[in-house]
């Protein structure tokens, strides 16, 4: 297929019968053997009918016609997805994190807003990335649209929907509390982001986004891991976008791609692959290491709000820091201890006086560090500054059957060679837990291309040694940071560190804001 003159699409077809039934602006205009050559109008409509017959690489009049809104520049890769989605009703879209999606999903949705062809939107996605992710984007690429979080009690997520706004992010479990007012508040699309919590249709989450899937036409999901852990996976995604690829029940697709080793184990079939992405189309997918237009580094920030009883310590313990300081001099030593045990509090453990270990449920933060490292594409170092939360994360990973090693102080020299040597040359451990201190300066790891921030350090040496550990020589992919944030306090800290701006003037202003 070729564009000629910006005005018309030129493709050649054995089946020229289905296209010209389908769109009037067409005409014959040669033929080669069985092969017929078509000419049609480039139109949004022609384009959309001819990816609908099934056409490859099909583009959108949005390439000719859209003025890239915001702040940056799409690269090219962005541009390809936002003209791809935007020609389909229901899509996947498998680009691989860090790669800016968010954005190509934002710029389809505003190209589609100026053709008057949809009003309102939702975005269904993870907690941790309401608005880190989505939210922010809109900001930074559509700051003309109109978004709400929709977050809270029932009744105030009813208010947030119903007040108009054209973006409504909700996240996954949010869905169910205000299906009806969902259904009734006229949106147009449904964006799935990290749709991989939509592959089980016996679920009642699954079976809630089919019900609104019957009243809402057009559906984008996004996932850089679609059937990561299996080819079962593709059967409840499959079932959302593409119905027509996969049997109605879900034995008989299992059967195709899987067979029966004993009572409790099934082993994928050789044709499993070709299966999965046959019934997972239509799809666009770009991995990071395609992207040659990408920096280097990515940085990330995803939140984890803090849990009920997290945040009850924590403004206990801001109550006693504003009642102490009222008595005496702020310091930088009393500064930094005292914002280490609100980091403590959000990471998931605090040390009382006499050093015993208090710990909170922090179910929010262990989550997104799971997520992360399920959309990770390689292997992922989790830096976590407190030594009892290690311990915590590592159970957690463990439960979750994620391969993963401590590097502390308490591991022998020993020890962290063989885990060192593990981690770069063999499957397993996927992740490395490891105290920032840790890492000693000169240390690779670039079997990793992913690093996570369980919580921040107050040095920015440190921070900066740490995300070195990837990013040396041998690295052969693009790198992602993810910062996990979960109280102002650690917002402020994460942008001093990116900033390579924290000393001891810092830290004491940073306690008196906190403080304040």
Known sequence: MRIVNDKALVLKTRRPELVTDKIKNCKKVGQEGELVELAIKWGFEEASALAELGAKDVP?????????????????????????????????????????????????????????????????????????????????????RSCSVAHGPATTREKIINAGSEFVVINFDGVAVVKDTILKAGFDLIVVDEANAYKNSQTNRWKIMRDLCKKIDRLWMLTGTPAAQSPLDAYGLAKLVSPHRVPKYYTPYRDTVMYKVSQHIWRPKPNADKVVHHVLQPAIRFERDQCLDLPDVISVDRDAPLTAQQEKYYKLLKKQMTMQAAGEQITSVNAATNLNKLLQISGGAVYSDDREVVQFDVKNRLNVVLEVINEAPHKVLVFVPFTHTIELLKEFLDKSKVPAEIISGSVTLNNRSRIFKDFQTKPDPQVLIIQPQAASHGLTLTAADTIIWYAPVTSVETYLQAN??????????????????????????????????????KIVELYRKEIE
């Open 60 to 144: 959108s009049p949005m390439l000719r016609d859209y003025a890239w809104t915001g702040k940056l520049t799409p690269f090219e890769h962005q541009k390809e997805t936002a003209s791809f989605l935007s020609l389909y009703k229901k899509a996947f879209c498998f680009n691989e994190a860090g790669t800016g999606k968010t954005a190509s999903v934002i710029w389809a949705v505003d190209y589609l807003m100026k053709l008057g062809l949809i009003k309102r939107v939702l975005v269904v996605c993870p907690l941790s990335i309401m608005k880190s992710a989505w939210q922010e984007d809109l900001f930074k690429f559509a700051m003309h």
């Open 468 to 505: 070195a550990r990837i990013n040396r020589p041998g690295q052969k992919h693009s790198m992602t940071i993810v910062h996990i944030q979960g109280s102002e306090v650690e917002a402020r800290i994460y942008t001093m560190l990116k900033s390579k701006v924290l000393d001891h003037h």
